[in-house]
């Protein structure tokens, strides 16, 4: 170990970092649970708000964000048992693991479907991280019925989508005025990591927001 080395550890020792809060009003990965509704190649060749490539390379991006921090993920399609639609994109599946269970669900509004709900009650959390397609539907909905329930809601908004920008956006609005709180790629990043020295997931959280684009060579 060099004269360097031991500088940069010394400042590591003196930091006065608190130690890892018990209870949290912020997202960690403690406290979260994160949803994927309906990213299905319907849903997705109908968005207008957002490029194809980039909002499945940005949900593929919040999907290995969870597992990082080891964020329960409850995935869900719609019509794939009635034959009226194909499952989640293959991308998506491989970045959640296959080991996943997918509830499958003939209602528009996720929360409607009982064992999607049960799903998400078991993990225990009361905030959740959402993205859904589109916006103005499979988002919105179940989002104003879980805060009707108590639970704090995050749509991701760099990572949903819309049939047209207009649409996108008033839902965003509605929900937001319900009591939804948006959140964007970098904003969750950093707020579940939250300090350096957790340093088990800091190679981790570089790599994806090198990915993303918010910067380059971290360390």
Known sequence: ????????????????????????????????????????????????????????????????????YNIPIILSTVNVEKGWNTDTIPVLKRAAGEDIKSYDRSSINAWEDKEYNEAIKATGRKKILIMALWTEACLTFPTLDALKEGYEVYPIIDAVGGTSQLAHETALRRVEQAGAQLTSIAQLACELQRDWNREETVDGFDELLTKFGAFSNLR
């Open 1 to 68: 170990m060099n004269a360097g080395t031991l500088d940069l550890q010394e400042r590591v020792d003196t930091m006065t970092s608190y130690e890892k809060r018990t209870e949290d009003h912020l997202l960690s990965p403690e406290n979260t649970v994160l949803t994927v509704i309906d990213y299905q190649p319907t849903q997705i060749n109908s968005i207008n708000s957002m490029n194809h490539s980039e909002l499945i390379r940005n949900t593929e991006i919040v999907i290995q964000l969870a597992k990082l």
